[in-house]
């Protein structure tokens, strides 16, 4: 098993930043993929952006383009979010997950909350 903890969640102002942190323990050997979701309240979870462990491969949605980065330590086993020009439509609840090759998102973090004012 993979567990995994985030923190850096919490209250900023439209405009602001605030960097998610992911770590992860236990069978990490099997990561292949990443991913930050965000649930936003009353939505479903949906993909923020998605980074692959040995290569670095990224991917976001199209809503957070340009203003979001994903990044990883393999030496930390820490995968990061760092969020820019934050808007109230990024609120939500934000959890990271982890793939092995060949599966889906098969161990989730406890979420962290991340709440944009207007």
């Known amino acids: 098993q993979v567990q995994l903890v985030e923190s850096g969640g919490g209250l900023v102002q439209a405009g602001g930043s605030l960097r998610l942190s992911c770590a992860a323990s236990g069978r990490t050997f099997s990561i292949h993929t990443m991913g930050w979701f965000r649930q936003a309240p009353g939505k479903e979870r949906d993909v923020v952006a998605v980074?692959?462990?040995?290569?670095?491969?990224?991917y976001y949605a199209d809503s957070v383009k340009g203003r979001f980065t994903i990044s990883r330590d393999n030496a930390k086993n820490t995968v990061y979010l760092q969020m820019n020009s934050l808007k109230p439509e990024d609120t939500g609840v934000y959890s990271c997950a982890v793939a092995s090759m060949g599966s889906g998102y098969e161990y989730w973090g406890q979420g962290t909350q991340v709440t944009v004012s207007s």
């Open positions: 980074i692959t462990w040995s290569g670095g491969n990224t």
